[in-house]
């Protein structure tokens, strides 16, 4: 290999190295574009003011099977939907 061959391959790995760490230099100080809040749709109403109620569904206006979540013992979450068993709700929390 000839000196030239070398300066010429020593120029292309010099330049395309500086070529490639500018696009990683821009990303790296590239501010994240902010997300914004995640608005919940309410799914369903207590039935009584109990503080352990059933719910009720306003899209089919059935009232759940239990008045607890089954996997946690806490009160119903009305912002999730409920999975049918045999046709009828069951809340979760």
């Known amino acids: 290999m000839s000196w030239r061959s070398g300066a010429v391959l020593l120029l292309a790995l010099t330049t395309g190295a500086a ?3 500018e696009p990683a230099a821009e990303s790296a100080t590239a501010a994240k574009p902010e997300e914004p809040e995640k ?3 309410i799914l369903a109403e207590f039935v ?3 503080s352990l ?3 009720r ?5 059935l009232v759940t099977l239990n008045d607890r979540c089954p996997v946690r013992l806490v ?5 999730m939907e409920a999975a049918y068993v045999n046709g009828h709700p069951v809340g979760f929390c």
């Open 39 to 41: 608005e919940y749709e």
């Open 19 to 21: 070529v490639a760490a």
């Open 53 to 55: 109620s059933a719910l």
């Open 48 to 50: 009584t003011d109990d």
């Open 75 to 79: 009160r119903l979450n009305r912002k």
């Open 57 to 61: 569904y306003f899209h089919d206006g």
